[in-house]
Structure formats: structure tokens, C-alpha cells
């Protein structure tokens, strides 16, 4: 795309597009579009292992008919000639548009939007980036005699814009600057399986990344790992780590999808806000708007604004999230979680979780280490794309952790834990600690008493 690496000017645009929608007789329209300039490297114990740099990106232009059927193109030609055929060519798709699936404006798309504290940095550059990786992994090997490699890692930044525009007069646009590094460490004694763990960081420039700190947390979770042993099979209370739990809510968020109940693979059915989920005691937001949440938007695909919404709130189902056509068919107003497309998508953005206020917030006081019963602390979960059925609420899942007994913590061998999500919801004991920003979301450890825990035979 010959403006990628361009600042885009959403009102040229529209003019554009308004213009040759005039010349072919269109008079509704819209247009979304994502633009990125990304620059990444990785190294293997010192020497380069890849350094790439790109752009992207992705739009989408939509067209509705007289008769309100919608055609829908994508392109990746900003050109004068190139919006006219993909307009032209939306046009002509309308008339195969399905008459089941007809998408309109969104009401909000014009509604204004909260202001993001998002400072734009300047890039430092690819060699920069190799030196800072480079450092960061030489710093990590040195951790430990066992920390032979770090195979996975990785330094980027990013430049991106965002652009949703329609005939009604909607005229949104934002920039945004991004950077993240992951170190992933392999770790090998003598006689001993390798064990690996890692760590990852977000800002919104590589200047302002922990790096130091991801280093800490990966170099720590690794050496954590190299004293193991088999665990029992058997029930257990569990422990689970923000990231743990926000996985596996995240992994079920049909819960709360009006997409998925309309399209009838949602564990909730239209009639379920008001019934209880979970413990009185439990809250689930989606709060896209947080200011832990690097890379927020604050208007989604159909340009509408995004904001905070209760999901679980007492644990009781308060709102599920919407587009514009899911939330026509629920009689409710749109939340600001749309893709953009024929059909649109929706999905969560942000999860903030923890205790309802004015609840005791379950039992109070928790200790993993200070239990008077041996407690499992589940780190990360793994092959959540495999081992969740999420229309059925059933998950098996392999996971990284300790057992915890008399105050000691052993890191486990390998093993399973299995569950349905709704049992999970509500065999919560309570919380742990302060709730900690992640890239997903915000959350503090969770305790769930009676999961199914299978170790390696």
C-alpha cells in the first residue's frame, strides 16, 4: 500500500470516498482500516537470528444496496483508482448479500470518545533493537549454569493507525506506538528433562520497556522449574496466577459473547443476564480503557466507543458484549467490541477481575504457602487451542506449577487440570494478593477448590 508508511488523513479520505460513491450512484458506505509498520528481531546465544521489518495492512470497505443487502471488499490500494474498484466491486457483491445477515450503522459510531493517554515514540530502530536483545539474552544465560539457551525471544516495536469512516459522517482515527520483548529460557542438569519458562513486556516504546525486570521474571521461573517431581493424581485446591485464570476465562469468553449465543455455541442463551454464575462474590468487567492496557482502542470496528462493561457483577450475568446487529437483535445499545465485515465479528478486549465491592471477596487472608492442606499453584496453561471445548465448558489442559506443601514449594513434573468452566465459577474460594496487569487483563490470584488434577504415570 503506497501510504503504509504515511501518516493517513482520515478527512482526505472520506472526501475521496464520498466522492467516487457520488460518481456510481452508492449512498451508504463504510470503510475500516488498520495500517502497521512493524520492526523485529531475534537472536541465538549472541548472534542474529532474524531481523525483519514490515508493513501491513488490512481494509475493509463495505456497500449496502437499494434493497439493504451489503457487499463487502477488501484492499490493500489507497489510490484513487484503487478505492474506486473496491467500491465498485462492493457495490456489484451487494447484490449476493445475505438477506439474514444485514449489518447496519452503528448509532454510536459518531457518540464522542474518551481520550487515551497513549504517548507516540519515535522508533529506535532495528540495529538498536538487536543490541538491547542481544544484552538482555547474554544477561539471562548468565543466571545460571543450567540456562544453556534462550530458543524463544524476541524484541519489536510498532507503528500503527486505525481509521473507520462511513457515509453518515463517522470519522474516526488513531495512532499508536507499541513495543514488547519476550525471553523464554531452556534450562538442563545432568540426568535431568530441560524445563522452560519465560517472561514478557509491553510499553509503548522500546525505550520505556522492563527489560530488566523481564529478564528478573524469566530467569526466576526457569530456575524455579529445575527441581521437580511427579505429582498424585488427584482433586485439589488450586491456585491459579493471573495469567492461568485470565487464559481461561478468556478461552470461554462465549459466556459473555451475544455473537456466539445468537449463533447458538455460547454456554449462555439470550434469557441468561440476570442468572447467577458464579460466587456472590466474583466480578468480571471488560474495560478496554484501562491504563494498564497497552494497545487500547478507543473505538472498535464499527466506530463505536469503548468502554467499561460488567460481565459478571456478584456473579451475576449483567451484559454480554455487542456489535450493532447483535445488539439490535438483543434491543440494546452496541458496546464498543465489533470487528468489521460482512458478518461481524465480536469479541472481549480487556478483562478486569476480582471481588465485587461491598463482598467479603470470599475468604480472606489467603496464603498459598501458609495452607494447612497441600495446594497446587498453577503458573500458565498450555494448548488452550486443543484442550478446551468451549461450546461444552470443558477443558483438559496441561499446565507449568508447584505443589505447595507445609509451606515448600516443588515445581511439578508434568501434569493436567481438567474442569467445566461453569464448576470453576463457582468453587472459587476467594483471592490472593494484589490483582497484577497483564497483557490480558488485570488480576489477582485465584483460588479453586476441587479441580481435577492428573500427573504423568
Known amino acids: 500500500m503506497s501510504q503504509t508508511n504515511q501518516s493517513l488523513n482520515a478527512e482526505q479520505l472520506r ?73 465498485s466491486g462492493a457495490r456489484d457483491a451487494a447484490a449476493f448479500g445475505n438477506a439474514e445477515e444485514t449489518p447496519a450503522f452503528s448509532p454510536l459510531a459518531t457518540a464522542p470518545l474518551t481520550a487515551l493517554d497513549q504517548p507516540l515514540h519515535q522508533p529506535q530502530g532495528i540495529l538498536k533493537l538487536l543490541e538491547q536483545l542481544k544484552a538482555a539474552e547474554h544477561d539471562l544465560l548468565g543466571r545460571h549454569l543450567a540456562i544453556s539457551t534462550v530458543p524463544y525471544n524476541g524484541l519489536a516495536e510498532r507503528s500503527s493507525e486505525r481509521i473507520y469512516l462511513n457515509s453518515d459522517g463517522a470519522c474516526r482515527q488513531q495512532q499508536l506506538t507499541t513495543a514488547s520483548i519476550y525471553l523464554y529460557a531452556r534450562a538442563e542438569e545432568s540426568g535431568r528433562k530441560p524445563r522452560s519458562s519465560g517472561a514478557v513486556r509491553l510499553a509503548y516504546g522500546a525505550s520505556d520497556l522492563d527489560i530488566a525486570g523481564c529478564i528478573d521474571e524469566a530467569a526466576e521461573r526457569t530456575i524455579s522449574h529445575l527441581d521437580y517431581a511427579p505429582v498424585e493424581t488427584g482433586r485439589y485446591t488450586c491456585v491459579l496466577s493471573p495469567e ?195 497483557p490480558d487483563g488485570l488480576c489477582p490470584m485465584v483460588w479453586v477448590e476441587g479441580l481435577s488434577v492428573t500427573g504423568e504415570a
Do not use: M, Y
Request: proline share 4%.
Open 244 to 438: 492461568a485464570f485470565l487464559d481461561l476465562i478468556g478461552a470461554f469468553s462465549n459466556l459473555f459473547n451475544a455473537r456466539s449465543v445468537l449463533d447458538g455455541v455460547s454456554l449462555s442463551q439470550k434469557d441468561s443476564i440476570g442468572q447467577s454464575l458464579a460466587v456472590p462474590f466474583l466480578s468480571i468487567d471488560d474495560n478496554g480503557l484501562h491504563p494498564g492496557n497497552i494497545g487500547a482502542s478507543n473505538f472498535d470496528g464499527e466506530g463505536t466507543p469503548t468502554r467499561k462493561l460488567s460481565l459478571l457483577e456478584g456473579g451475576v450475568l449483567k451484559n454480554f458484549l455487542h456489535s450493532e446487529a447483535t445488539a439490535r437483535a438483543f434491543g440494546v445499545a452496541p458496546t464498543g467490541h465489533a470487528g468489521l465485515g460482512a458478518k461481524v465479528s465480536v469479541g472481549p478486549d480487556w478483562f478486569e477481575i476480582g471481588p465485587t465491592p461491598g463482598t467479603s471477596g470470599g475468604q480472606s487472608g489467603l496464603d498459598r504457602f501458609k495452607a494447612d492442606q497441600p495446594i497446587i499453584w498453577i503458573d500458565s496453561l498450555s494448548a488452550l487451542h486443543a484442550g478446551v471445548k468451549a461450546s461444552q465448558g470443558s477443558f483438559s489442559l496441561p499446565f507449568d506449577g508447584w505443589l505447595i506443601k507445609g509451606g515448600e514449594a516443588r515445581s511439578i513434573d508434568a501434569a493436567t487440570v481438567a474442569g467445566d468452566i461453569r464448576q470453576v465459577l463457582n468453587a472459587i474460594v476467594g483471592f490472593e494478593g494484589e490483582a497484577k496487569v497483564t
Open 15 to 87: 472526501s475521496q470516498l464520498e466522492g467516487i460513491a457520488q460518481l456510481h450512484g452508492i449512498r451508504q458506505w463504510d470503510l475500516g482500516a488498520a495500517c502497521s509498520t512493524d520492526t523485529s528481531v531475534q537472536v541465538d546465544r549472541g548472534e542474529p537470528k532474524q531481523l525483519k521489518g514490515a508493513q501491513r495492512s488490512s481494509i475493509t470497505i463495505r456497500v449496502w444496496n437499494s434493497e439493504g443487502l451489503v457487499g463487502t471488499t477488501s484492499t490493500s490500494d489507497l489510490s484513487q483508482s484503487g478505492l474506486e474498484r473496491a467500491l
